[in-house]
């Protein structure tokens, strides 16, 4: 079960093999480095890729975080890859996608026997108050309906300390398993739960997983502040994500709606 540095590199063959009867609906490509699975994706989709392409690289040079920061990923010790996703209709139907990825993500973990995996709002997944992985989403209108490409890394073992300082400090798996599950097995889970989540969210939006995620929401109905840069914007009891992934925020003035892009979420104090 155990993964060396030396067969950090994916093969799409074996990978394929572990899907099961998802099999047919991903196309694996691997490389040894790029700079970033996200962007090289992105431009696939742009040249009409199918929805399930998957492209995962040891190495990103530049791989991309959200709010314009960098995500630093080493080969052996970590997971990054970018999956495209097609879905009909217009930007609306995509409102909570990011959650959805989340919850996907978390059930994979689980299935791989990870204890103590949470999600907090919009898109981080923790492990024990760190940051194990990040989500990013990249959406464009296609030639018909929209695209998205889902971009995830994973943190398999910590990553060398930086002098950036974190909300969340980084966490990786090797801090709550004797044995890393192997590579492949972990990210044919992650296809097999993500093509789930993926499908059911088309059929009828984050509405549908929304307990779910609630139920790993690890700041649910505590009291949380908003932070508009670095301003706190407000406070109030966190009543977690409505229908369309806006966090439900309980103050004085009533149930307030907010959106990821404005504001992050932290506890009081
Ligand atoms: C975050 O900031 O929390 C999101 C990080 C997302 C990083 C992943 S790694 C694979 C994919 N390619 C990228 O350039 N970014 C995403």
Redesign the pocket.
């Known amino acids: 079960m155990n993964d060396s540095a030396a067969s950090c590199r994916i093969d799409p063959l074996r990978l394929q093999s572990l899907l099961g009867q998802a099999a047919g609906r991903f196309a694996v490509e691997a490389l040894p480095e790029c700079v970033?699975?996200?962007?090289q994706l992105l431009e696939h989709a742009r040249q009409g890729a199918p929805a399930g392409s998957l492209l995962v690289a040891d190495r990103?040079t530049g791989?991309?975080?959200?709010r314009g920061?960098s995500?630093l990923?080493t080969p052996e010790d970590s997971l990054?890859?970018?999956l495209l996703w097609r879905f009909d209709g217009g930007v609306a139907r995509l409102a909570g996608l990011s959650l959805a990825v989340g919850l996907a993500v978390a059930r994979a973990l689980e299935n791989c026997r990870v204890p103590g995996v949470g999600l907090k709002w919009p898109n981080?997944i923790l492990l024990g108050g760190g940051k194990l992985g990040?989500?990013?989403v990249d959406l464009e209108s296609g030639t018909d309906g929209m695209l998205a490409v889902i971009?995830?890394?994973l943190n398999l073992r910590l990553p060398p300390a930086g002098d950036e300082e974190f909300l969340h400090p980084p966490a990786a798996l090797a801090q709550v398993m004797a044995y890393l599950p192997d590579r492949h097995q972990l990210l044919a889970q992650l296809m097999i739960d993500l093509a789930a989540v993926l499908d059911r969210f088309a059929d009828g939006g984050f509405a549908l997983l929304r307990g779910d995620w609630q139920a790993r929401h690890v700041w649910q109905n505590r009291p949380v502040r908003l932070l508009d840069g670095e301003r706190v914007d407000r406070t109030g009891l966190c009543l977690g994500a409505d229908s369309d992934g806006a966090l439900l925020l309980q103050t004085d003035a009533g149930v307030e709606r907010c959106f990821s892009g404005d504001v992050s979420l932290r506890l009081p104090g």
Do not use: A, E
Not at 36 to 39: H, L, N, R
Not at 63 to 66: E, F
């Open positions: 970033s699975t996200s962007s990103q791989g991309r975080g959200r920061r995500w990923s990054t890859f970018s981080d990040g989500i990013l971009g995830i890394g």
